[in-house]
């Protein structure tokens, strides 16, 4: 059974970073295309950024250049380091795991980003 799970959110103040990380006990991690979508109360789901299983990355245009995906295939994890965040990206923040070529994607139970003073 596929598994991801979230971890490193947290409460920060606007200016601050936090790196999230996402587990995934998939086999064959690497084959799966990777990304982190966000959520805010009362707002759709998002993409923030993806990683391909080639590790070509895309961003959201509200993230780049602050936001950085990684990915960690020997530890079947994706990382999203987050820096000089804003009130707005506070939001659940959700990992991805897709396969094109099937269709498969599974989703982990997201971790929550406030942004606050």
């Known amino acids: 059974q596929v598994q991801l799970v979230e971890s490193g959110g947290a409460l920060v103040q606007p200016g601050g970073s936090l790196r999230l990380s996402c587990a995934a006990s998939i086999s064959i991690f690497s084959i799966y295309n990777m990304g982190w979508y966000r959520q805010a109360p009362g707002k759709q789901r998002e993409l923030v950024a993806s990683i391909t299983s080639g590790s070509v990355t895309n961003y959201a245009d509200s993230v780049k250049g602050r936001f950085t995906i990684s990915r960690d295939n020997a530890k079947n994890t994706v990382y999203l380091q987050m820096n000089s965040l804003k009130y707005d990206d506070t939001a659940v923040y959700y990992c991805?795991?897709?396969?094109?070529?099937?269709?498969?994607?599974?989703w982990g139970k997201g971790t929550l980003v406030t942004v606050s003073s």
């Open positions: 991805k795991a897709s396969r094109a070529l099937t269709g498969q994607y599974y």
